[in-house]
């Protein structure tokens, strides 16, 4: 009697070309932007997540840090096997783990494409926030940096602060969460998601800051992850990043905008003051030298010597793990659409000069 497996070949042959072919559509479809924005993002990827969501947000630990190290574990068992399996030549059970290999590849591809990647394709975040169309000349860059950085002298003076100079952060990092989700919940006109999502800090923070990463969304488990070994006056704007990815903003520029613009817009002062830290830093950095050491030098020192803590404390774990999650994060980007990459993390002058203009009741 023959064996039975070379009769499944065939099989798992059409199993892997369905799998292809169901991924293949999807992103296709997802990439049409009226279907990006009205079918997915407003439909079928906000229902997914929100019921996800539902489910995750019941456990108070994070599933992604859990799903992490489970996936790390599992590569180096699956290399291990192959080894094994290779050296004593039983190649009929290598090709069934790489059968099982593809087919769980594609699984998570189809998942990735339903929860995540056709928010790639909608509408710009800018318009749901009622930013202006601006030109940005270097004229206008420096008033609106010298503006953030007068607004955030004046409100540096005020801010309580620990020994070490840092700003003290009023409440918990849950309370936080829930003033961000309401502010979501309140702008948009329907762009943003209407459910609250949970937070989670991670546990392994080392890990996440010897990566370079102070946060991250996961979209398997429409779950919002920060570290812990954040800036104190980062917290505010690096949760509100992440909540903008879980409320439906995937391009890491507009999501910058999105924190940048509920932080800014915030009655709350140290909500007001994370986004003046940032927006400050960012609209200084986009100025030529001479404009830049003019406005630089009249940041207040206290602002000054916070950014310099903040330095040193990312500064710790840089490293070679870094520059190699910044070049995957890379090449993720530009596969979906992103052109600057990990660049268009600090593509925001434009929208903050547009914010700038709207604060001040030029438009």
């Known amino acids: 009697m023959k064996p039975l497996y070379p009769a499944r070949r065939p099989a798992r042959l059409r199993t892997l070309c369905a799998l292809a072919l169901a991924a293949a559509l999807l992103f296709l ?27 995750t947000s019941l456990l108070p630990f994070s ?24 050296c004593r030549r039983a190649f009929a059970r290598v090709r069934t783990w790489l059968y099982r290999l593809a087919v769980a590849a594609l699984s998570v591809l189809i998942a990735f494409g339903a929860l995540y990647a056709p928010l790639y394709a909608r509408s710009s975040v800018t318009g749901a926030l009622g930013l202006p169309a601006v030109t940005v000349t270097d004229a206008l860059a420096c008033e609106a940096a010298a503006y953030y950085v ?23 990092f849950d309370e936080m969460a829930d003033k961000l989700n ?4 309140q702008v948009g006109g329907g762009y943003f998601a209407f459910y609250s999502v949970r937070p989670k800090q991670v546990a392994l923070s080392v890990g996440m800051a010897a990566l370079g990463i102070t946060g991250i969304y996961f979209p398997f488990y429409a779950e919002a992850n920060v570290s812990t070994l954040v800036a104190p006056y980062d917290v505010g704007c690096t949760l509100a990043h992440e909540l903008a ?16 613009a509920l932080c800014l817009r915030s009655e709350d002062p140290y909500l007001r003051y994370s986004g003046l830290m940032r927006a400050a830093s960012a609209m200084l950095n986009s100025l030529d030298d001479a404009s830049f ?71």
């Open 182 to 185: 309401a502010a979501y919940a």
């Open 150 to 172: 007068g607004e955030l002298n004046a409100l540096a003076e005020v801010m309580p602060r620990d020994e070490e100079g840092d700003v003290l952060i009023p409440y918990s």
């Open 245 to 260: 990815h879980a409320h439906g903003v995937a391009q890491e520029g507009e999501a910058n905008v999105a924190a940048y």
């Open 63 to 86: 599933l992604y840090e859990v799903t992490a190290v489970a996936l790390i574990l599992l590569a180096i068992f699956v290399a291990v096997g192959l080894i094994a399996l290779l």
């Open 29 to 55: 479809l997802a990439d049409i932007p009226v279907l990006a924005e009205y079918v997915f993002a407003r439909g079928v990827t906000r229902f997914l997540s929100w019921f996800i969501a539902c489910v």
């Open 293 to 363: 050491e003019t406005l630089y030098a009249s940041v207040s020192p206290a602002v000054i010597a916070e950014w310099r803590n903040a330095s040193a404390l990312y500064a710790r774990y840089d490293g070679w793990l870094n520059a190699l999650s910044s070049w995957i994060n890379d090449l993720f980007l530009k596969a979906n659409g992103v052109p600057g990459g990990v660049r268009s993390y600090g593509q925001t002058a434009h929208s903050l000069v547009a914010l700038y203009l709207q604060e001040t009741g030029q438009m």
